[in-house]
């Protein structure tokens, strides 16, 4: 009776002249410790960034003798008057001063920014290239050696601790990030289109507004959410322009403004759990916005390399 032949399965060699090391899936090593080793990167980037909101926001519903006591303790009761105490001191105020500033900036600065990306990413005339490295230029620029000028400037206009002198410097300090992001944005879109356009008769304002702009859609959305949070952020140039001018021109100071004045006027009667719930507050808004619109920011970000 015949044995049957038992079938051997041989293993490649893992290594060959010239050949990548590679695991029995057939990936090779190289790719698997890179990839563990971004992962493992990623993750502790993670810890770093999630860490301190979770301990600011558990900080909020402490008690002074908690947060002096055991930093790092879970609260012992759970309020939500800090909150209510945090908005009473003027948190609230700040928050609507905030919002009314970028309820205009930001509108003012993705329609001045896209007007002049999309003449410069499109449009060829002499001192195209000169007016673009003059905006990139602009990025460059640190705000800090512009604040007496600029101060001087402002005041001249008669716009000190005014809404609407706050909102032209925020769109004038944004505008060349966001020329620079956009140009780059329009490049990539099809030229057969904005042809196809121009060949229907439409006019130039017209082919921007209702074809061109609605395929940045990306884009904008991203270079958008940049600029909310550079300028909600933003507090060297509140601090410089929002103050008040006599005894009667009243406070408008904007968030970042305002948790400085809610230290400032504890003094040595500290309330750390109102400072850490106003914080929360002032937090709270560009979380929600950014975890929104995570995918179109990461679309936008991506889109120019992909097309």
Known sequence: MSTPIKETTQ???????????????????????????????????ALLIVLPLVWLVLSSFKTDAQIGGSAFGWPQHWSLDVFSRAWKTGIGDYLLNTVIVLAFSVPLTMLF????????????????????????????????????????????????????????VYVAYSLPFTVFFMHAFFRTLPSAVFEAAILDGASHTRTFFQVMLPMAKPGLISVGIFNTLGQWNQFILPTVLMQPQSGDDPERYVLTQGLIQLQQQMGYATDLPVLFAGVTIAMIPMLVVYLSFQRQVQAGLTSATLK
Do not use: C
Request: aromatic share 18%; charged share 15%; glycine share 8%.
């Open 11 to 45: 293993v490649p060699a893992q290594r060959s002249a010239g050949r990548t090391p590679v695991r029995a899936d057939g990936r090779p090593r190289e790719g698997v410790v890179l990839n563990a080793f971004s992962h493992g990167f990623l993750a502790l980037w």
């Open 113 to 168: 920014g896209s007007m002049a990306a999309y003449v410069l990413a499109r449009y060829r005339f002499p001192g195209n290239r000169f007016l673009y490295y003059f905006f990139v230029a602009g990025a460059m620029f640190p705000v800090f050696l512009a604040l007496v000028p600029l101060f001087f400037m402002v005041k001249r206009l008669d716009m000190l601790n005014t809404y609407q002198g706050l909102i032209l």
